[in-house]
Structure formats: structure tokens, C-alpha cells
């Protein structure tokens, strides 16, 4: 394992194994850098210059804030040392391996395998396996088709008598290089034993719940008869006895009842429920997400429901943290592409308020003439606003993807959020296939929007990546949505390399990848199977080598329910106000100033404390314009000492923001239910607003520097 700096490639720490695996001194090793492990064509070598035959699988991780790249480095033996490996394991196991042919006739025996059944070496080979099991459990045994595995629990004759064995058997007839059935077995007599005395002894099984770290709960008729340590540690009290005699359903959050009343019936009809996950209430009120299933058990006589359930709160935060992290680098993957649409824009932006600062002096005061007729200049004005309009959408667009505090599952338009993720990975996808739409009309979905936005970003960034770079008129990336009565649809297709089918059913598992070392982690496919599970929808794939791949999302119908549309209402009219506008910005300020003259005079200051120093100085103003995030004191602690000494402009304050604010700040802006403009803002929206807290023929007055009073 090496540890290096991902600026410099400096080695910072590595392993015994790294010391001893490139033949270096450890002081010698951290005197390199990662480029210095590697000779001329870029292979891993040694100090003497010997190529090394290995696995690198490198990770960027952060410790204490810093990032760093951590490098496993796994040394590939030759194949002769493989299958020495392999017969020595074989040979060394103390579970028993045998082969047999499909006339039943025993071919193979491992040494552990004679000494299990305790026989000598090759006495038993071409012999029946059959006569080797018990009459009554040769009748149940069970048999595998091709390429199955089953499991079996029999006797088997031992020289010292019939002696109990598990044994796993798959299927390999087929299989050219094996053509037998292969049985990996071992001895489970004391074990089976032991299970039987457990069976008729509650004693023991007391003593074996109250060890085990999973929780324990056990309950009849809706209430608890028995609870292990690890439960009462679970939910916060002191003794077992304290949770005795309780109702279950009182330690489960209320939204959460309705699942465990449904495991409970399906517990009691087919003696097991599945595995869920429900919200728990633990003593101090402080809520645990638990992921457990109930069996029913004869305890004490009588049917009753165990459970075994274990804390996944720490699994689901890390789940979380995992989710914005792979959301992040998601956004990173397509910077040259975003970067791109917003060049684009930006380049005739730039460009066309250059040539209106060269004509308006030309234009106002007559200094020569202008180059371009009224029209060609108003014409070069409106690009300069739909261009800025196109910026804003995208800046938009990235911050519904990176936003991680909003969790509600809501109506949502999948049309509004697949168009967003297609212009996102437009870049990512041009050079290398076509984009080809077939939409039909459909109805909001329950969904977030963001983490949605991230499933579809992902789908699309993999398909792109499923088809080599330089043949875009060869391939097509086509996207289906339709519906039925309950679900929508959203099907991504590739005309890319395919996934073989051995891997298929991999592919949603967590850290599994087929893409080169460094490239991904296998995260991105797990997590949107998480979140498209979570909106109670479902995600499926299917593939043909060599022909693409297809990746279909269904998502519920959000029943009876309407999306919000947005309405441009006329901008109200409103007497002259008296503005205070405070944004580190000053030329927000000025902005501001300039689009509401005349007919509103906007005091500008950079410094929430000059702001509160104007009041103090016994200044009045009708509301206040206020930035979130500014130097020296913020405007949620602007907020905070307008309640304190000016409570009257509490109700007169429109917060504006970027977007780039801290969570403390977002829970800030939530509670206190105040106004808020996104920039950028349009006009009308800035009017509306000031409408909203300012109403026409309402002032405010303060009596004082002192604050004594205010009324509106």
C-alpha cells in the first residue's frame, strides 16, 4: 500500500509489503515519486529495473481536509505459481473436495477429503458415491442441474460409523475442462449435535442471543416477552427489564408503523418476513434506522415473532455522504462539457456589451456615428440577455444536481429532468454517437429531482463511455419514455460494446466495475439502483455483447397531483420605497441601484455592519436587500440583531444568494421563512418581492439609535 500527494506524486507512506515488494529502503521509497516507481514505458519496476507483474487499484481519499491518493499494489503471480497455489489449496483444505462422474462413480477424492470419510488413498476411486450415504438421507438428497449448486445435510459411512456431513455439489458435467460433479464437504457431526441440544434446550439458546452483537426482540401479541443486551443497547436503556412488557410498535417512528405491522402478518402466515428497514425511537428520542427480519419461533411454548436487528444508521449516512460524492464527481466528469455550453454563451455576451460600451457615447452624447443602425443595436442587447439567460439556466441546472439537503420525494416532471442531464453530458456524448428521442406525454412522478438527476447523469455518462470515442455517425445513444396506469418509463439505450453476461448480474453491486484501475470505483450503478429504490421504483438492465446495452428506470405515478407552474405575473406598482441594499458586491449594488431608479431610492452598502450602523444612526427604510453570505457578519446574523434592536424589519428583509451557502445557513433561511432571490434574479422577480414584504401605503418608522420601538 502506498500512500502518495496528488500534486507532487510524492510518496508519503508505504507499506512493509511496498518496501519490500520495489526493493527499496523505506527512506529510499520516500524519497520518490509514484512517476519514479515506474520505468520509461510507464510499467511498475523495481530499484534493479525489473518490471513488476502487478495490480494497481488506486483511490483518492481525504484525511483531516487534505486529499491524497492511496494505492494498493497487488502483485500478479505466473501461471505455474497459480496452479501450484491452487493444488496446494486443494491438497491442504481440510474440507473434502470431490469429484464424480454423471454415472455417480467417484474420480477424485482430496486428501482431505479421504481423511474426512477415513479411508486410505485411492480406495474409494471408481466406486458408487451413493453407497457411501446413509439409506435415509440418500433418498432426500438433492441433485443439481447443469451449473447449479445445492446444498445437502446427510450421513456418511465412516470406518468409525455414520458420521454427519454438509455438502455443497454444483453441476460442472458440461463444463469441458471439469465434465464431473463437483462436492465440496465437511465434516458437521459435533456441530449437527450440538444444534440438536440446542434445539431442545431454551437455555442455551438464551445464552447464545444475549452474546450476539445483533440486536435481539422478541415478542408476542404485539409485546415484548424477551430483549438481548445488544437491543437495550440499541435503543438507550438500562436493563432488559425495561423494555419487557412494552408494546414493539411504541419504539417505532409513527410513519414507519404500517411496514412493521405487514412484517408481522407475513411473519405469522409464512413463519419469516422479508428484510426492512425502519426508523426506530430510542429513550433520548434520537432516531436509529434499523435493518432487521422476524422469524416465528416456538419460545416458551407458544408461537412468537423473533427479530434480529442491526443499527444502519452510521451505513445509511455513509450511503449518503458516498451518494453527493459520486453526484460531485459526476459533475467533475463533464466540467469540459458544461465549461463548453457556458463559453459558448458567454463569448458573444462578452462581445456584444463591448460593442454597446463603443457605441453608447455615440448614441448619447453624439461623439461620431455609430456603426449600427437602432435595430442592429437592440438586436445585439437582447443576444446579450438570452446569452446571460442561457448561463443562469445551466449554473441552474448544476446546482439542482449538487443540492444534497432536500430528501422529499415530491411530484416531479421526468421530461423537465431528463432534458437537464441530456444537456449536461451533451458534450460527453457528440463525439462519440447521436442522440435519438422518442418521448410520450407522461405524468409527474414520485421522485426528488436532484437524485434523479444524478440516476440519469450516470446512465448517460456510461453509455456514452460504452462506445469508442471518433464514430459518432455510427452509434446512437437513443432515450425512450412512456407509461402505463402506474409507472413511467425511462429506457437508455447504447449501441456501444455491451456488457458480457457473466457480469450482468454484478453490475448494481457496490465497488464492482469493469472499467481500468483509477477510472471508477464501481459506485455509480449501486447508488442509482439506491435511489431509484427508494423512490419505489426499479432499475433493470439488459445487454448483448457487441450490440449495447439497454437500461430501463420505472418510476410511480404520482396520483392526483399537479406540477407547479411557474406564472410571470405584471410587475405591481408600488409608491417610491426607501431600499437599504447591502451585498459585498458593489457592483450588485450599483445593479440594483440603476434597475429600480427611479422609483425607489436604494442606499448601498458592502458591510452588514455599515447597514446596522446606518439604522443605529436613526435611519429609515421601507425594507432591506440583504446578501446571505458576506464577511464579518452575514445577513442571517444581520437577521439575528435586527430581532434584538429593530424587530420591525424582521418582516421587511428579502435575503438574496449564489447558492454557495453552508447548511448551517440553509436550515438558517428554512426556519426563518423570509423572502429569498436566487441570482441571478430577473427584474420582475426583484419587484415581486419587494411587493411581497413592502405593501403599497405601509412604512416603517424607527424611533430611535436605540432601537426603543418600530411599528408598520
Not at 513488476?52 to 487534505?66: D, F, M, Q, R
Request: glycine fraction near 8%; aromatic fraction near 6%.
Amino acid at each position: 500500500m502506498v500512500l502518495s500527494d496528488p500534486e507532487s506524486g510524492r510518496v508519503l507512506a508505504a507499506s512493509k509489503g511496498a518496501v519490500a515488494l520495489f526493493g527499496y529502503s523505506r527512506d529510499e521509497m520516500l524519497e520518490l515519486t509514484a512517476d519514479q516507481l515506474r520505468d520509461k514505458n510507464g510499467r511498475p519496476s523495481a530499484k534493479d529495473g525489473t518490471v513488476l507483474s502487478v495490480e494497481l487499484s488506486p483511490s483518492n481519499i481525504e484525511l483531516c481536509g487534505k486529499p491524497y491518493v492511496f494505492t494498493f499494489v497487488n502483485a500478479i503471480p505466473p501461471l505455474a505459481e497459480l496452479e501450484k497455489r491452487f493444488r496446494l489449496m486443494v491438497e491442504s483444505s481440510t474440507d473434502g473436495i470431490l469429484l464424480t462422474d454423471p454415472l455417480g462413480r467417484m474420480t477424485y477424492l482430496s486428501p482431505g477429503a479421504e481423511r474426512l470419510l477415513g479411508v486410505e488413498p485411492g480406495e474409494l476411486i471408481g466406486s458408487p458415491a451413493m453407497a457411501r450415504v446413509h439409506p435415509e438421507d440418500a433418498r432426500a438428497l438433492k441433485r443439481p442441474s447443469p451449473g447449479e449448486t445445492v446444498i445437502n445435510l446427510h450421513r456418511s459411512i465412516h470406518k468409525a460409523g455414520f458420521r454427519w456431513f454438509e455438502s455443497y455439489t454444483t453441476n460442472l458435467a458440461h463444463e469441458a475442462t471439469i465434465g464431473a460433479n463437483v462436492t465440496n464437504f465437511r465434516d458437521i457431526t459435533e456441530r449437527h449435535e450440538a444444534e440438536e441440544k440446542l434445539r431442545r434446550s431454551e437455555a442455551n439458546f438464551r445464552t447464545l442471543i444475549e452474546r450476539l452483537p445483533t440486536a435481539t426482540l422478541v415478542h408476542r401479541a404485539g409485546r415484548f416477552v424477551y430483549v438481548n443486551p445488544a437491543a437495550v443497547a440499541m435503543l438507550g436503556w438500562d436493563r432488559p427489564s425495561d423494555l419487557i412488557g412494552k408494546g414493539a410498535l411504541a419504539f417505532v417512528h409513527p410513519d414507519d408503523q404500517e411496514s412493521i405491522h405487514q412484517a408481522m402478518v407475513q411473519t405469522t402466515t409464512s413463519g419469516a418476513s422479508g428484510s426492512i428497514e425502519v426508523r426506530m425511537v430510542r429513550r433520548d428520542g434520537r432516531i436509529v434506522n434499523v435493518e432487521g427480519k422476524s422469524v416465528l419461533l416456538d419460545y416458551d411454548g407458544e408461537p412468537t415473532h423473533v427479530v434480529l436487528a442491526n443499527d444502519v444508521t452510521e451505513r445509511r449516512e455513509l450511503f449518503a455522504r458516498m451518494a453527493v460524492a459520486d453526484r460531485m464527481l459526476s459533475v467533475g466528469t463533464l466540467a469540459a462539457g458544461v465549461a463548453h455550453e457556458i463559453n459558448n454563451p458567454l463569448a458573444y455576451v462578452v462581445a456584444n456589451l463591448q460593442i454597446l460600451a463603443s457605441e453608447l457615447p455615440k448614441v448619447l452624447y453624439g461623439e461620431g456615428e455609430s456603426r449600427f443602425s437602432r435595430e442592429e443595436l437592440e438586436s445585439v442587447l437582447n443576444d446579450a440577455q438570452e446569452g446571460a439567460q442561457r448561463v443562469s439556466a445551466i449554473v441552474r441546472d448544476l446546482r439542482a444536481l449538487a443540492r444534497s439537503e432536500d430528501n422529499a420525494n415530491t411530484p416531479v416532471d421526468v421530461l423537465h429532468v431528463l432534458a437537464s442531464s441530456i444537456k449536461m453530458t451533451h458534450n460527453e456524448i457528440r463525439h462519440r454517437a447521436r442522440i435519438v428521442q422518442s418521448y410520450a406525454e407522461v405524468p409527474p412522478v414520485i421522485a426528488n429531482a436532484s437524485r434523479l438527476g444524478q440516476v440519469f447523469l450516470n446512465l448517460l455518462v456510461n453509455a456514452a463511455h460504452a462506445i469508442e470515442d471518433g464514430h459518432a455517425d455510427a452509434n446512437e445513444v437513443r432515450i425512450r419514455v412512456r407509461a402505463d396506469d402506474a409507472r413511467v418509463y425511462v429506457e437508455i439505450e447504447d449501441t456501444g460494446v455491451g456488457i458480457p453476461a457473466s457480469v450482468l448480474p454484478r453490475i448494481f453491486d457496490p465497488f464492482f466495475t469493469t472499467k481500468p484501475a483509477g477510472v471508477g470505483v464501481g459506485l455509480g450503478l449501486s447508488i442509482c439502483d439506491r435511489i431509484v429504490e427508494a423512490f419505489g421504483g426499479t432499475i433493470s438492465v439488459t445487454s448483448k455483447l457487441g450490440f449495447g446495452s439497454t437500461f430501463r428506470v420505472a418510476l410511480p405515478i404520482a396520483s392526483k397531483v399537479s406540477l407547479a407552474v411557474a406564472e410571470e405575473h405584471p410587475m405591481p406598482t408600488q409608491p417610491r420605497s426607501r431600499i437599504l441594499m447591502i451585498d459585498d458586491e458593489p457592483a450588485v449594488g450599483r445593479s440594483i441601484r440603476l434597475l429600480l431608479a427611479p422609483d425607489h431610492e436604494v442606499i448601498n452598502a458592502t458591510r452588514a455592519l455599515d447597514g446596522l450602523a446606518r439604522l443605529d444612526a436613526g435611519e429609515h427604510f421601507d425594507l432591506i436587500l440583504c446578501d446571505v453570505m458576506m464577511p464579518e457578519m452575514s445577513g442571517i446574523e444581520l437577521y439575528e440583531q435586527l430581532e434584538l434592536r429593530y424587530p420591525a424589519y424582521v418582516q421587511r428583509i428579502v435575503f438574496m444568494t449564489g447558492g454557495a451557502f453552508t447548511s448551517q445557513a440553509r436550515d438558517a433561511l428554512e426556519k426563518l421563512g423570509a423572502p429569498r432571490l436566487e441570482k441571478p434574479f430577473s427584474e420582475a422577480a426583484l419587484r415581486r418581492a419587494i411587493a411581497i414584504v413592502s405593501p403599497p401605503g405601509d412604512v416603517v418608522t424607527t424611533a430611535s439609535s436605540a432601537g426603543m420601538s418600530s411599528t408598520r
